[in-house]
């Protein structure tokens, strides 16, 4: 599974931004997908994830009421809309993707978008 990020740049606080990750590959073996994210000098850090039907998310506590995750699987992405952003949202922003089962489940990544708030 291939991931491809889109959507970041550079935005005032206060403003909003939408991301989009599009998979490619074996997509009919993802499972659940989200939004990671690392700022310079922390580690990477859950944003928000979705289930594999798009019935179940969950969120970071300090973007949680202001993103939301969403999931197309017709059209194989996920989207997170990040409204009030604050500059403490700056950070490179990962997609995530779990697939396979078993013995077989992995985990693959996408390269990031870079996602500036200036204040």
Do not use: H
């Not at 970041?8 to 599009?22: E, I, K, T, Y």
């Not at 289930?51 to 970071?60: E, I, K, L, R, V």
């Not at 997170?80 to 985990?107: F, H, I, W």
């Amino acid at each position: 599974v291939q991931l491809v990020e889109s959507g970041g740049g550079l935005v005032q606080a206060g403003g909003s931004l939408r991301l989009s990750c599009a998979a490619s590959g074996s997509t009919f073996s993802i499972n659940a997908m989200g939004w990671y994210r690392q700022a310079p000098g922390n580690q990477r850090v859950m944003v928000a994830v979705i289930t594999s039907d798009g019935g179940s998310t969950a969120y970071g506590d300090s973007v949680e009421g202001r993103f939301t995750i969403s999931r197309d699987n017709a059209k194989n992405t996920i989207d997170l809309q990040m409204n009030s952003l604050k500059p403490e949202d700056t950070a490179v922003y990962y997609c995530n993707a779990d697939y396979g089962s078993g013995e077989t489940r992995k985990s693959s990544w996408g390269r990031g978008t870079r996602v500036t708030v200036s204040s």
